[in-house]
């Protein structure tokens, strides 16, 4: 009985995750729409809101992996945990719920890292495409200096200010 309370328990662990993935994903795209936009004091706050969010994540993911840890522990000749381990234990009804649910977790996981990498692409796009307008602005600046990893970098890395009618 104590395995299916910890199956139960697991379940509800990736449902839980499940839903703040979602909200991760959600912030992601506001996040993306701030950024692009230029709207720094919101991209900010979503920033802020994110680090609670994935605090969140972490912990529950703690709690999943701890739980199936458990479960596999209880079985009379343990083995690595995972999730066929786990629904090698479960009932029909509930291994067919914690299928359904392991599938959504992985889906949600997916979106994050889509997200991220969007952001990602989105952002390292606009650091070169600034860098080469400020090249071909100051192309007399070419001389660069050697970072503290080795990497050259181009002009003297000034402090510049830009008029915004650009």
């Known amino acids: 009985m104590a395995v299916q309370t910890r199956i139960r328990e697991f379940r509800e662990a990736i449902e839980t995750e499940i839903t703040l993935l979602e909200c991760v994903a959600s912030r992601q ?9 230029r709207n720094w004091p919101e991209l900010d706050r979503v920033i802020k809101d994110l680090e609670r969010v ?23 000749a343990p083995q690595q945990p995972g999730i066929r381990a786990i629904l090698r234990r479960a009932g029909l009804e509930e291994r067919t719920a914690l299928n359904d649910a392991y ?32 090249h071909e602005l100051f192309p007399t600046d070419t001389d660069g200096q050697y970072a503290r990893d080795g990497v050259k970098h181009r002009g003297a890395q000034r402090a510049l200010i830009l008029d915004h009618t650009l």
Do not use: C, F, M, W
């Open 54 to 76: 994935s605090g969140e994540v972490a912990q529950i993911e703690e709690r999943r992996v701890s739980l199936a840890h458990e479960i596999v522990a209880l079985e009379p």
């Open 103 to 134: 599938r959504r977790l992985k889906i949600a996981v997916l979106k994050v890292q889509g997200g991220a990498r969007g952001i990602k692409a989105y952002a390292s796009e606009a650091i070169e495409t600034t860098s080469e307008v400020l």
């Open 29 to 37: 795209n506001d996040l993306r729409t701030h950024l692009v936009e």
